[in-house]
């Protein structure tokens, strides 16, 4: 299990999707994903994917990673993906283009990261639907 603490300010980012359940836009279900500093936990950045498209566009994500890059003015020196993300390929496609070697886990390896970014989501975007 990976804890921020093992990790320096752009050691890694981390790619995740944040929503267990779908978020609903004029009754479509999308998805997010977040890009996140490991160490700090700081979002970089996120993108909306329709369920239906699965998996953020490469464009939506190209975008997300050159914002990243005008927060931190430099690549993480790797990226971490879940082994369980249908988005997988289209972020591992966009490290490899900008030169960043990644790293698949279990989810689980990154609860201690990513579980209180979920929580805060859960309570404070998810909790106050009507």
């Known amino acids: 299990m990976f804890t921020p603490d093992q990790f320096e300010v752009n050691d890694a980012w981390i790619a995740v999707r944040i929503n267990e359940e779908f978020l609903f836009v004029k009754e479509d279900p999308y998805d997010m994903f977040v890009l996140m500093d490991a160490a700090s936990t700081y979002v970089l950045g996120f993108v909306f994917s329709r369920v239906v498209d699965e998996?953020?566009?490469?464009?939506?994500?190209?975008?997300?990673?050159k914002k990243a890059w005008g927060a931190k003015l430099q690549w993480a020196k790797k990226l971490i993906v879940t082994d369980d993300s249908i988005a997988i390929n289209v972020?591992?496609?966009?490290?490899e283009k900008n030169g960043i070697p990644f790293d698949i886990v279990p989810i689980s390896d990154l609860s201690s990261i990513i579980g209180p970014l979920k929580e805060s989501f859960m309570k404070d975007f998810i909790g106050k639907r009507t």
């Open 55 to 65: 998996a953020p566009t490469v464009k939506d994500v190209e975008d997300l990673f």
């Open 91 to 95: 972020f591992i496609q966009e490290a």
